[in-house]
C-alpha cells in the first residue's frame, strides 16, 4: 500500500541558510500535518491543512511557511535557518471525512544545521 | 487543549517478560487515543487507537490498551516481550472531532529496552 512520501530523507543547512521540505500524502488522503521532533524530543505539531487551505497553527516559528497545493502534496520552507532547528521533520496524512483521525506518519526529513 | 502524560521515561525488561508502558492524559472534550513505536532513526508507526467501543484494543505485534475513562489512562501492555520490541513509544491524544483536522498531542516517550 502507498504510504506517506517525504523528500529529501537527509538535509544539510548552514545556518541563516533556507530549506524546503515536501510531503506527498497518502493517494486520496485530504489533510497534511506537520510536526517537528528535536533530538530526544517527542513530536511537536507545527501546522495542518486540510483540503489545501490551512486548518490548525501549532508551535510554527514566523520563519517557516508551508502550504498544500492542488495535487495536495505539502513543502515547509524554513528561512534564517538556525541551531535549533535541527530535528526530524515528519509530515502525517489522514483522511478527515473517515472521522477516525488516524495518522499516517511518513518516515521523516532529519535536518541538520550546522 | 489535550495534554499527555507518559510516567516512565525508560522502562527496561527483560525477555519474555511482561510489559506496561503507562499513559494519562487530560482534556476538556472527549478524544480518541493512539500508541506509536518508533525505532531508531525511523518514522512513528501505529500501534493501536482507541475510538469508542470495547475499552480493551489491541493492536499489532501482540500489543494491547486499556482506556479507563474515570482514570483517564490509556496504559500499553504486553504479556511477553522481545528483544525487537526494543523501542521508543509515544502516547498521543486527538480532538473527537469528526470533519476537521485535530492535530496529535504526544507523550514525552517511553524508551522501552528488552534485554536479553
Known amino acids: 500500500a502507498a504510504g506517506v512520501i517525504q523528500s529529501p530523507r537527509h538535509l544539510i543547512k548552514e545556518k541563516r541558510e533556507t530549506a524546503t521540505l515536501k510531503c506527498y500524502p497518502i493517494p486520496r488522503h485530504d489533510t497534511v500535518y506537520w510536526y517537528q521532533q528535536g533530538p530526544g524530543q517527542d513530536p511537536q505539531f507545527l501546522i495542518s491543512f486540510y483540503e489545501k487551505m490551512q486548518s490548525d497553527k501549532g508551535s510554527i516559528p514566523d520563519r517557516f511557511s508551508a502550504q498544500q497545493f492542488s495535487d495536495y502534496h505539502s513543502e515547509l520552507n524554513m528561512s534564517s535557518l538556525e541551531l535549533g532547528d535541527s530535528a526530524l521533520y515528519f509530515c502525517?496524512?489522514?483522511?478527515?471525512?473517515?472521522?477516525?483521525?488516524?495518522?499516517?506518519f511518513g518516515p521523516g526529513t532529519r535536518l541538520t544545521v550546522l | 487543549a489535550q495534554s499527555v502524560t507518559q510516567l516512565d521515561s525508560q522502562v527496561p525488561v527483560f525477555e519474555e517478560a511482561p510489559v506496561e508502558l503507562r499513559c494519562n492524559y487530560s482534556s476538556s472534550v472527549s478524544v480518541y487515543l493512539f500508541w506509536y513505536v518508533q525505532y531508531p532513526n525511523q518514522g512513528l508507526q501505529l500501534l493501536l487507537k482507541y475510538l469508542s467501543g470495547s475499552t480493551l484494543v489491541k493492536g499489532i505485534n501482540g500489543f494491547e490498551a486499556e482506556f479507563n475513562k474515570s482514570q483517564t489512562s490509556f496504559h500499553l501492555r504486553k504479556p511477553s516481550v522481545h528483544i525487537s520490541d526494543t523501542a521508543e513509544y509515544f502516547c498521543?491524544?486527538?480532538?473527537?472531532?469528526?470533519?476537521?483536522?485535530?492535530?496529535?498531542?504526544f507523550g514525552s516517550g517511553t524508551q522501552l529496552t528488552v534485554l536479553p
Open positions: 502525517a496524512s489522514s483522511l478527515v471525512s473517515g472521522s477516525t483521525n488516524e495518522q499516517f
Open positions: 498521543a491524544v486527538s480532538d473527537h472531532s469528526s470533519g476537521s483536522a485535530r492535530q496529535l498531542t
